[in-house]
């Protein structure tokens, strides 16, 4: 995995029109000739890549470090890709805030129109909603996600390109999905995580370390309603003791478990409250002893499981039945702290390169004036 260092702040305002179609204009260029020279499936695995998502970004006129280059970026080349689709053999689907919700309904627009498969399409489908449900579930790491594009090729290679954003802080930070490195949806299945900084306080349950908490999770969801609500209820009546007794470790400081602002066992009263009272909570997992699910995908992909059902089920499983879960941070590229325009110092300096020559390479295949090329090598020279 990649490494590098640059700020990546939450920017706001709107990219002009005049960028905007000239990135539309650049990447669609650098979209044929990366797809004439690798295939399809090459360009989507590449996107997976957040050295190479960001540095194509860049070439494309964006600063490497503004959090605006995810949404402006994969706008463009979905508009660049508009009419190509067929020719290119790829497709990209959803975007920015609501347009993000439209996903599923564009993949299986472009299902009917390419006639795929049923089975096919309801897969894509399917994983492109998981990816959103476990950065938003599983990966409690203070990030709302706001952003999601699903890319994929005739053959069945897709990309997820997701980003959300930390209001409190002003971040962003950007998930990474390719299917060939995606073995299970739910065991770190990200081949990158671009963030800021790492975490601390959260709740990482694609961790490896973290299979014992979800074996109990998916055991207590297929115990029975009195067994479940039993636990659940006992956590319930010592909430209060439990935040000044029980504690876990992240990255060697003993930190208090019950005591992280964004979780439902908080002691603040507000937080106590709406967990003591939570009705919606108890349906959700009386819905899940109901359903019975088979696994832990199954658990997660269930209607109405987010967040808060995760934590519960994963606080009983450590605190009665003593299953740690993980409160490691999955990212796993890294931005620090420093001035907005500065250069990217990166670790893996024999793969970065590679990229860079990589993009050089198209620039200057590209259709594009000289005097356009020039400017798209200038951008590549100067983050290189």
């Not at 790829?90 to 309904?105: E, H, N, R, V």
């Not at 994983?127 to 959103?132: L, V, Y």
């Not at 066992?265 to 108890?282: A, I, K, M, N």
């Not at 990229?355 to 000289?370: F, S």
Request: net charge positive; proline share 3%; charged share 25%.
């Amino acid at each position: 995995m990649k490494r590098g260092v640059a700020t990546f702040t939450l920017d706001t305002g709107k990219c002009p029109k005049w960028l905007f179609d000239r990135m539309v204009k650049l990447g669609r260029e650098m979209m044929r000739v990366l797809v004439e020279e690798y295939g399809p499936d090459e360009f989507i695995k590449r996107i997976a890549d957040p050295v190479w998502f960001q540095s194509l970004g860049t070439v494309l006129a964006f600063d490497w470090n503004a959090s605006g280059l995810t949404t402006v970026l994969t706008g463009a080349l979905k508009e660049a890709l508009r009419g190509n689709e067929k020719e290119w053999g790829f497709f990209i689907c959803g975007g920015k805030g609501k347009t993000s919700l439209k996903t599923p309904d564009q993949i299986q627009n472009w299902g009917n129109r390419l006639q795929l498969p049923e089975a096919h399409t309801k897969n894509l489908i399917y994983n492109s909603k998981m990816s959103a449900k476990v950065d938003s579930a599983l990966v409690q790491d203070g990030f709302t996600l706001y952003h999601h594009t699903f890319f994929f090729s005739k053959n069945g290679a897709w990309t997820v390109v997701q980003q959300g954003m930390n209001r409190k802080k002003r971040t962003a930070r950007r998930y990474h999905w390719h299917s060939e490195n995606v073995k299970d949806l739910i065991i770190e299945p990200h081949t990158g995580i671009a963030s800021q900084s790492f975490e601390n306080h959260m709740l990482n349950m694609t961790a490896k370390s973290g299979e014992q908490n979800r074996t109990i999770g998916v055991e207590l969801t297929n115990s029975n309603a009195t067994t479940m609500l039993k636990d659940i209820q006992l956590l319930r009546k010592h909430s209060s003791k439990l935040s000044q007794t029980i504690s876990f470790k992240i990255n060697e400081d003993q930190m208090t478990l019950l005591n992280l602002e964004d979780h439902d066992f908080h002691t603040h009263s507000v937080v106590s409250e709406e967990w003591v009272h939570s009705r919606y909570l108890d349906r959700i997992l009386l819905k899940l002893v109901n359903d019975k699910p088979k696994n832990y995908e199954d658990l997660v992909a269930t209607p109405g499981v987010g967040p808060k059902t995760i934590r519960a089920l994963a606080l009983v499983a450590e605190v009665i039945y003593g299953a740690k879960a993980s409160y490691t941070d999955p990212a796993r590229y890294s931005f620090a702290h420093g001035g907005k325009d500065h250069i990217p110092y990166p670790v893996d300096r024999g793969t970065y390169d590679q990229t860079i020559q990589t993009l050089e390479k198209a620039i200057r295949k590209t259709r594009l004036e000289p005097k356009e090329k020039n400017e798209a090598l200038q951008k590549l020279i100067k983050i290189s």
